[in-house]
T-cell receptor
Framework: SQTIHQWPATLVQPVGSPLSLECTVE??????LYWYRQAAGRGLQLLFY??????ISSEVPQNLSASRPQDRQFILSSKKLLLSDSGFYLC???????????FGPGTRLTVT | GQNIDQPTEMTATEGAIVQINCTYQ??????LFWYQQHAGEAPTFLSY????GLEEKGRFSSFLSRSKGYSYLLLKELQMKDSASYLC?????????FGAGTRLTVKP
């Protein structure tokens, strides 16, 4: 069966510090991978998606970036965090675009 | 533009039936999804509709009308554990757009 891992579970970072969140999927090959952010009490905002190694599509221009160095690894990064980057970051995978997505446990980021 | 609208909050009684509505206007459509999200947790997949009509899965059913841009999620025999947010999402190829979610509170 497929599983998706995210770490860390929680993170408190000062404004201006860098960020690296990692997501890995097990039990499937060549999945579509997604990064979402959910602000408190709000819906999910799609940040990036990837259909393959090295292929990243950005949905929202901002100070975040994503990379997919391996088939089942998806990384979300920032060089300098802003207060507005606080939120619940969720990684998800699907078999193809348009299929149901399965979410990792999420990382709760607080920027102070 | 793209809009997915659903009520912000709903309250229902244990054992009852509740219907959560979702209307959407999107530039493309590959399917409509419902997810359940308990507070502080990740969303979990509930149901998927691509054709008009009703899909039933145990206590949960989901309905779609593509011509009306409308869906609903029906929860029967409500249990306290059904208290959660319910997210409506519309897929267009690699792009999944989520509504803000409906927070359902089930009371004894």
């Amino acid at each position: 069966s497929q599983t998706i891992h995210q770490w860390p579970a929680t993170l408190v970072q000062p404004v201006g510090s860098p960020l690296s969140l990692e997501c890995t999927v097990e039990g499937t090959s060549n999945p579509n991978l997604y990064w979402y952010r959910q602000a408190a009490g709000r819906g999910l905002q799609l940040l990036f998606y990837s259909v393959g190694i090295g292929q990243i599509s950005s949905e929202v221009p901002q100070n975040l970036s994503a990379s997919r160095p391996q088939d089942r690894q998806f990384i979300l990064s920032s060089k300098k965090l802003l207060l507005s980057d606080s939120g619940f970051y969720l990684c998800a995978w699907s078999l193809t675009g348009g299929d149901e997505q399965y979410f990792g446990p999420g990382t709760r980021l607080t920027v102070t | 533009g793209q809009n997915i609208d659903q009520p912000t909050e709903m309250t229902a009684t244990e054992g009852a039936i509740v219907q959560i509505n979702c209307t959407y206007q999107t530039s493309g459509f590959n399917g409509l999804f419902w997810y359940q999200q308990h507070a502080g947790e990740a969303p979990t997949f509930l149901s998927y509709n691509v054709l008009d009509g009703l899909e039933e899965k145990g206590r949960f059913s989901s309905f779609l009308s593509r011509s009306k841009g409308y869906s609903y999620l029906l929860l029967k025999e409500l249990q306290m554990k059904d208290s959660a947010s319910y997210l409506c999402a519309v897929s267009n190829n690699n792009d999944m757009r989520f509504g803000a979610g409906t927070r359902l509170t089930v009371k004894p």
